[in-house]
């Protein structure tokens, strides 16, 4: 096992390396509830960033051809909250993110739960994978049932408009 140091502005940091890979392999399907439940230990972070990489790369062309679209959050949590999707084409991703967890966390005491936020999100439009039919809105308890924040793959139920091409009399 390889064990580098960094010297960061005369703070020495040690990364195991190995343990790191150790952990990453181990976190191919995470158990959210348990890794939240000892986020301190970075675990959480590395099995969310692992996934983001992962969805990153299956929609790659959404992520960097697509285009934005900010989705309207409503109820009495709204500014607790960002989302978005990226489109091309017919396919899509829904970004929802929580800010501002005190409220929600005693200070940052606790990890928040999904129950905690009380809003929806406007998907009208979209069909998401693994939710069936959300109608024109997601709960956000639902969204963070796992974790304050969510990337959802997602098809775009009719066609984006075309831009009409001006014709001259």
């Not at 703070?11 to 509830?33: C, H, M, N, Y």
């Not at 501002?100 to 905690?116: I, K, T």
């Amino acid at each position: 096992m390889k064990i580098f140091s960094v010297v960061d502005a005369s703070i020495k940091k040690t990364v195991d390396f190995a343990g790191r890979a150790d952990a990453l392999s181990a976190l191919q399907t995470p158990d959210w509830e348990g890794l939240t439940q000892n986020w301190a230990d970075g675990r959480l972070k590395l099995a969310w960033t692992a996934q983001l990489l992962k969805l990153r790369t299956e929609l790659a062309e959404i992520f960097t051809h697509g285009d934005y679209r900010p989705l309207e959050v409503e109820g009495p949590h709204r500014d607790h909250v960002i989302a978005f999707a990226r489109r091309r084409g017919r396919d899509a991703a829904i970004v929802a993110v929580a800010r501002h967890f005190a409220p929600f966390s005693q200070a940052g005491r606790a990890w928040p739960s999904a129950a905690s936020f009380d809003g929806m999100i406007g998907v009208d439009g979209f069909s998401i994978e693994g939710v069936g039919d959300p109608g024109k809105a997601l709960p956000l308890s639902m969204l963070f049932q796992s974790l304050p924040m969510a990337v959802l793959k997602a098809r775009i139920e009719t066609a984006p408009a075309q831009a009409r091409k001006r014709v001259r009399a």
